[in-house]
């Protein structure tokens, strides 16, 4: 569930069955077995292929068509025979070739742009390309072109900002292969088949092959599909920095979800017909108008799409609200979240069939329910998926669920009235009923609302079973421990600490505080407020030679930009593992690469655009070994070829920068020959 949750997608669940599962027993260096994908069939290609033959058994007559005016575009330059051919199918499947946009509920066409295109657009008609038209000849079954990112118009001049890429694949293979290669020329970059170290980017299925291990050296960008998707559906370059991108679940191959992207409609609207009319569809609209006809969930308009947000009504039936500011997180109890999921789901049904079907296809009947509600509230959904996913796992708990949130009074649960007994209870006053269940009441938490970061508390590093413990007890209190220094806005320690998640937390500039705020919070069993419990070091401030209030300042100054610009090298062998310099560069804005004594890495001017004071330096992180000391020689020679002075520092180097946030330099942070030791 949590490898699904982070990608967004469903994969395979074999590696993960009990009573042996394969992602705890298969070894590193193993083989990932990859799954075929003949869905994808139909939608490799940008540019159509020829026109497929119909087999005269077929057992179906086409019927794909009836009911729809079809237009297609100028830009398809087609010949006479073959728009001829075209029109005939066209008319055997029931609809009617057109020749003005305003007769035509669809279009064909091969670009996003030109009149026609806007036009169609602006006024919801469906919209796909030569691909799309010919695979619902081939399957005599209608889908919308946007569930598939290649049955879409490309754009002339691909995606802005994509021309400066390099793109190369590995661990893609069959049908997902031609489908990313075909959808990385169509988003504009160039697309190279064998990666060389100009490459910007290595797409892959998982993290075991030669390409992978080439790229770590040569301080290429390692992602998964899901970021070349989606940067094409929204029209917009994602951001690397997005753990979406960079998560690859073991043994599993994510070349079994290629393609379940579809074009983001919003997107659309805001690139391509934000200037085409002052009409254009609603967010999330997905119901497509035929010419001619009007139905009562197309008259909508922007306002009363945003009024279409079922909610459930607390003493009757389900009443509508207008949309809430997204920007504002409302205060929800845990209970009340989830309870009204089912209730929201079904808000949003309408008695109408829905327009897909069980095989993920339309039917030609339009729904009569509002579609711009559905998507909103399969987009809720999808953000309380990690709650629900909680839910269920707190249920099956002895004891049933451990509620987060204040509860309401109706919600709290009450011991049953005592019995009474034959020595005169019945004289028992009001108040001490009254008592007595207070006392019997059901114990009620808060959801957390303090996010921390703990680390050097020796407590909890001795003891799993108390730190579990704990950490249960911490949450019912309003205190949620988490291990990624990017969400926590306090960080406990008993002193300036080296471990890697102070390092790293002292980039976004946390608030500080002792364990002795822990310590007490679980002896008190209530929250306390954090800001009593400051951290002061003044020994590990001597140690570093830093000030703690300074070094705070100047992290909330730099705003993780600190090594923005900088490419730092360090060796596979370093003290305290590659791994977790890699971690603290990167927490700083920099760019992290594995030495492996490899000539000619990417060290060209390109790498500068955004350089920093510090950009005419390059370091190399390593240690005083013999086996690391060899590579000095090649490192050197390679940055002096390039134009910049290198420098062997030890990690002690790092350490402070990241402590003090700020960089200096002494001689006492360089290697010497003198230090190498066996």
């Given amino acids: 569930f949590d490898d699904c949750l982070r990608l967004g997608r469903r994969i395979d669940e074999g590696p993960y069955l009990l009573p042996n599962p394969e992602v705890l027993r298969v070894e590193s260096g193993s083989q990932v077995k990859s799954i075929a994908r003949p869905d994808l069939q139909g939608s490799l290609f940008a540019l159509a292929k020829p026109l497929p033959s119909l087999s ?16 297609l575009a100028r830009d398809l330059a087609i010949s006479n025979h073959l728009h001829e051919t075209i029109e005939n199918l066209i008319e055997d499947g029931g609809g009617k070739l057109v020749k003005e946009i305003d007769e035509a509920d669809t279009l064909v066409c091969q670009y996003r742009e030109g009149n026609e295109f806007r036009a169609a657009g602006s006024q919801s008609k469906t919209v796909g390309n030569l691909s799309w038209l010919y695979y619902l000849i081939r399957q005599n079954s209608w889908i919308d072109p946007m569930k598939r990112l290649l049955h879409y118009p490309l754009a002339r001049h691909g995606l802005p900002g994509f021309k400066e890429y390099r793109i190369s694949l590995s661990n893609y293979n069959g049908e997902a ?35 992978c291990e080439a790229a770590k050296e040569w301080n290429i960008n390692m992602v998964n599909h899901l970021w070349l998707e989606e940067s094409y ?15 690859f679940p073991p043994n599993t191959n994510l070349g079994e979800v290629v393609g379940q992207t579809p074009i983001d409609r919003e997107a659309l609207e805001n690139h391509f017909f934000a200037h085409s009319s002052k009409d254009a ?42 949309r809430v500011n997204q920007d504002q997180t409302p205060i929800v109890s845990f209970r009340d979240r989830n309870e009204s999921l089912l209730t929201m789901a079904e808000a949003t049904v309408t008695p109408a069939q829905s327009k897909m079907n069980a095989n993920g296809k339309e039917n030609v009947t339009p729904s ?90 020796t407590k909890w590093s001795q003891d799993q079973k108390i730190f579990l413990k704990d950490k249960e007890r911490l949450r019912h209190l309003g205190i949620a421990l988490t291990d990624e220094y ?74 993780q930009k600190l090594l923005e610009g900088q490419l730092i090298y360090a060796t596979e062998n370093v003290h305290g593992g590659f791994d977790t310099y ?21 060290l060209s001017p390109k790498d500068d655009k955004n350089s920093s004071r510090e950009a005419e330096f390059v370091y190399l992180l390593s240690g005083p070994t013999a086996s690391e000391a060899k590579l000095w020689s090649k490192f050197c020679s390679m940055v002096q070829s390039a134009g910049k002075i290198a420098r062997i520092v030890k990690t002690d180097w790092m350490v402070d920068l990241a402590l003090s946030q700020e960089i200096r330099w002494d001689e006492s942070y360089a290697i010497k020959k003198d230090d190498i030791r066996d």
């Avoid at 005269?56 to 237009?71: A, N, T």
């Avoid at 169509?186 to 299925?205: Q, R, S, Y």
């Avoid at 559906?233 to 998560?247: C, D, E, G, M, T």
């Avoid at 937390?505 to 608030?511: H, K, L, S, Y």
């Fill in 56 to 71: 005269s058994s077929r057992g179906k007559p086409l019927d794909v068509f009836k009911g729809h005016s079809i237009l």
């Fill in 177 to 211: 292969r031609i489908y990313l290669e075909n959808l990385a020329k169509a988003a504009g970059c160039e697309f190279t088949k064998t990666m060389k170290m100009d490459n910007t980017h290595l797409i892959t299925a998982h993290m075991r092959s030669e390409k």
């Fill in 233 to 247: 559906a929204k029209w917009q370059i994602q951001s690397l920095a997005n753990p979406r991108y960079v998560h």
């Fill in 281 to 322: 569809w609603p967010s999330g609209y997905r119901q497509l108008q035929p010419a001619g006809k009007t139905h009562p969930s197309w008259s909508l308009n922007k306002k009363e799409a945003e009024m279409e947000i079922a909610t459930p009504s607390k003493d009757g039936p389900v009443t509508h609200r207008s």
């Fill in 368 to 457: 009569t329910g509002s579609r711009s509600a559905k998507e909103k509230a399969a987009v809720r959904l999808h953000d309380m998926s990690s709650d629900i996913a909680l839910y269920e796992k707190e249920r099956k708990r002895v004891g049933g669920v451990v509620f987060g949130g204040k509860r309401v009074e109706e919600d709290l649960v009450l011991a049953k009235p005592p019995k009474r007994s034959a020595s005169g209870d019945e004289d028992m006053t009001t108040s001490d009923v009254d008592e007595r269940q207070a006392k019997r009441t059901k114990k009620t938490t808060t959801y957390p609302i303090i996010e921390l970061l703990v680390t050097g508390y």
């Fill in 486 to 559: 990017e969400f926590c806005k306090f960080l406990a320690a008993p002193k300036i600490m080296r471990t890697r998640k102070f390092i790293c937390a002292m980039a976004i500039g946390p608030t500080l505080i002792t364990t002795d705020f822990v310590e007490q919070c679980l002896a008190k069993n209530k929250l306390l407020d954090p800001q009593d419990f400051p951290l002061a070091d003044e020994e590990g401030e001597q140690r570093y030679r830093m000030q703690l209030p300074k070094a705070l300042q100047r992290a909330r100054q730099n705003q």
């Fill in 582 to 602: 890699k971690a603290i560069v990167e927490a700083n804005g920099g760019k992290c690469a594995l030495y492996k004594g490899r000539a000619g890495l990417n």
